[in-house]
């Protein structure tokens, strides 16, 4: 897997977007980009993953840059309960494996 | 059933007890995984199941021990811990070793050795 980068951590107000950085610089060609995010003591909830294009789904967008070295993930109106810590994670598809970086943790300010 | 579920979602244990961990799930997935949780840290991979087979063993210790006794089933027997093995332990599931779909993941265990 390639390693990620992150902010430690970020603030957003409630109501704005929040846009979540990633760098993923030594992404291979067949890695994917998944999101997850981790609300404190549960486990982690699957959120979105790309591999070329941008993708959008009901929870948030992920915009991935034309050389794959970084990505962001936007959740476009950000509620209190946005509030987690969010893992970017570069894997294969057919690998098995899947390591966490340290994440982001999103802090969404009333 | 989208779910993945653990149980006990508490678990308190002496270093010479024998304890076990469930995890389950009825989506059909056939990779199952554990992953260890520090405080403040990102979850650790311990074992990976794929087809009821375990495919990875992320060096853990032979206290830690795992079983997939069916496609649906996941467990990890325990004994002999020490006080540094308490963590939230998590369970995933994904639809086959290739999982590109993503992981599925249980709201874990808190274990606490004492």
């Known amino acids: 897997d390639a390693k990620t980068t992150q902010p430690p951590s970020m603030d957003c107000a409630e109501g704005r977007a929040a846009n979540l950085p990633c760098n993923h610089s030594t992404i291979s060609g067949n890695e994917y980009v998944y999101w997850y995010r981790q609300i404190h003591s549960q486990g982690p909830q699957y959120i979105i993953h790309?591999?070329?294009n941008n993708e959008t789904n009901e929870m948030a967008s992920l915009i991935i840059t034309e050389d794959r070295k970084s990505s962001t993930l936007i959740l476009p109106h950000a509620t209190l309960r946005d509030t987690a810590v969010y893992y970017c994670i570069s894997s294969w598809g057919g690998y098995q494996k899947v390591t966490f970086g340290t994440g982001t943790k999103l802090q969404v300010i009333p | 059933d989208t779910e993945v579920t653990q149980t006990p979602k508490h678990l308190v244990m002496g270093m010479t007890n024998k304890k076990s961990l469930k995890c389950e799930q009825h989506?059909?997935?056939?990779?199952m995984y554990w992953y260890k949780q520090k405080a403040k840290k990102p979850p650790e991979l311990m074992f990976v199941?794929?087809?009821?087979?375990?495919?990875i063993n992320e060096s853990v210790p032979s206290r830690f021990s795992p079983e997939c006794p069916n496609s649906s089933l996941l467990n990890l027997h325990l004994h002999a811990l020490q006080p540094e093995d308490s963590a939230l332990y998590l369970c995933?599931?994904?639809?086959?070793?290739?999982?590109?779909?993503?992981?599925?993941f249980g709201s874990g265990t808190r274990l606490t050795v004492v």
């Open positions: 995933a599931s994904s639809q086959d070793h290739q999982a590109v779909y993503g992981y599925t």
């Open positions: 989506m059909g997935h056939r990779a």
């Open positions: 199941y794929s087809y009821e087979k375990l495919s």
């Open positions: 790309g591999l070329k």
